[in-house]
């Protein structure tokens, strides 16, 4: 217990400077190992001899799916962990641990709802996201098992950011360090030793996705943690549940809308192109997926020293903390889309080299990437929204890239630029919507600070 808290005190005491290097290197770290549960799985399968390019087809048409699974773990978790960290900085322990029993309660209840759905109805499903007849079974193959694990994804994923909230970022890299590396050492055996095709891939994901939820669960039940699953805590709570799913509704809008925009653009490119476009969109969204991971991981290791600091009411460490992750995140996104746009082939090869599908990829990856400068500032102000519990803020911004910008945009521009309308989308929706998300911010802050730094302590 006395590591522990001095994790947590580290929060509100600690140069940030070292914080956000101590949190946010493993909290990097663990989302681009978090990418490679999915990633993995495509560039072995990508390379199956013969049917290589139908079956990446075919696995990517599941990402709907796989992305919905991980945006209900994200609405508990990401809506749940901020809360317990600010409660934490009130020195409100109770309160925090309630936060946690409520959200493990609710994401074994929406494990089994979301296993029976997509189990009933996997097949329309996929064939509405886009799927053909030559790609349909194999889509159905990875699904059906990936759905069948979805509690060890749902513990996995929801549970982490609480770890992760306290200050253990080391422990949190851990969960999805030890659950990838055993899906990569399992990919190869089930999908070319055992010739298990696509379902060697999504038994080998759901494996390790296993692996890691017995990790997130040992370590909330023993000595180190300050939160602990308790089952005194589990009841669910009105108030509770309210306080999670209104912060939480932001980062699951973020994620689920991803699924409604990989429905729009393949469903698309299979009207406007064929199954060669749908097949290079899986590879651009599987690269775009990598790519966005380290500042994703960024703003989530910034998360506990804002949410601690805006709860203890010390303003100055919030906004030095702020102005630190803005700026790094601006950089980061500047080089990223420098490696994308000036050596897009060697990101491609990964997944596959088929001479035909690799044209296609190169030139489309290039349009779409071509706003990828931009999305470190959405990221990062986004971030520091949800870390402050500013929920109707975090959901108009998670709502206006995906929803009311790039969908539409997707919808109509291809109507009059075929298959470049739909790559096209993607940079005006994240150009656009980074724009307004900055302004938003630099005004809503100011305003936000000089109310609170106006207000008693006990109004806080």
């Not at 796989?66 to 990401?78: H, K, P, Q």
């Not at 309210?242 to 299979?270: H, R």
């Amino acid at each position: 217990m006395k590591n522990a808290q001095n994790s947590v005190n580290d929060l509100g005491t600690g140069p940030v400077g070292r914080l956000l290097v101590r949190l946010a290197v493993p909290t990097i770290t663990a989302q681009l190992i978090n990418a490679l549960y999915n990633i993995v799985d495509r560039m072995y399968i990508g390379h199956m001899e013969g049917v290589g390019d139908l079956a990446l087809t075919g696995v990517g048409i599941t990402f709907p799916i796989i992305m919905l699974i991980s945006a209900f773990a994200a609405l508990v978790g990401m809506g749940g962990a901020p809360l317990a960290s600010i409660e934490l900085g009130r020195d409100n322990r109770e309160r925090a641990n309630r936060i946690l029993n409520n959200a493990a309660t609710s994401l074994l209840i929406l494990a089994v709802v979301l296993t029976a759905f997509f189990l009933a109805f996997k097949r329309p499903l996929l064939m509405f996201f886009g799927a053909s007849e030559a790609t349909i079974e194999y889509a159905v193959r990875y699904i059906t098992i990936y759905v069948s694990g979805t509690v060890f994804v749902m513990i996995a994923l929801g549970l982490n950011a609480f770890i992760t909230t306290q200050g253990f970022a080391k422990e949190g890299m851990l969960t999805v360090l030890i659950g990838a590396v055993l899906n990569i050492a399992l990919d190869p055996l089930f999908i070319f030793t055992f010739d298990m095709g696509v379902r060697g891939a999504a038994l080998a994901t759901i494996l390790s996705q296993a692996v890691s939820a017995v990790w997130v669960l040992l370590f909330l039940t023993g000595k180190k943690t300050v939160l602990r699953l308790t089952l005194r805590h589990m009841p669910l709570r009105r108030d509770i549940m309210g306080a999670i799913l209104s912060l939480g509704i932001s980062p699951f809008i973020m994620q689920s809308t991803e699924s409604l925009v990989m429905i729009t653009l393949n469903s698309g490119l299979q009207r406007y192109g064929n199954d060669l476009y749908v097949g290079a969109m899986t590879i651009i969204s599987s690269i775009m997926q990598f790519m966005s991971m380290p500042l994703m991981g960024l703003g989530q290791g910034a998360q506990p020293i804002i949410s601690y600091n805006y709860g203890a009411r010390n303003y100055e460490r919030v906004k030095h903390t702020y102005k630190l992750l803005i700026k790094v995140s601006v950089i980061a996104s500047c080089l990223l889309w420098a490696a994308l746009q000036f050596f897009p082939q060697v990101f491609i090869l990964i997944f596959n080299d088929k001479p035909e599908l690799m044209e296609v990829a190169v030139h489309s990856l290039r349009i779409y990437m071509a706003g990828v400068f931009m999305i470190g500032l959405q990221f990062s102000c986004q971030q520091c929204f949800m870390a402050m519990g500013q929920a109707k803020t975090s959901l108009f911004l998670a709502l206006l890239r995906k929803v009311i910008l790039l969908i539409p945009l997707a919808l109509v521009l291809p109507r009059f630029l075929g298959t470049f309308g739909i790559f096209l989308a993607e940079p005006i929706a994240d150009i656009t919507a980074a724009s307004v998300t900055f302004l938003m911010f630099l005004r809503f802050s100011r305003k936000l600070f000089r109310e609170l730094e106006a207000k008693p302590q006990s109004e806080a």
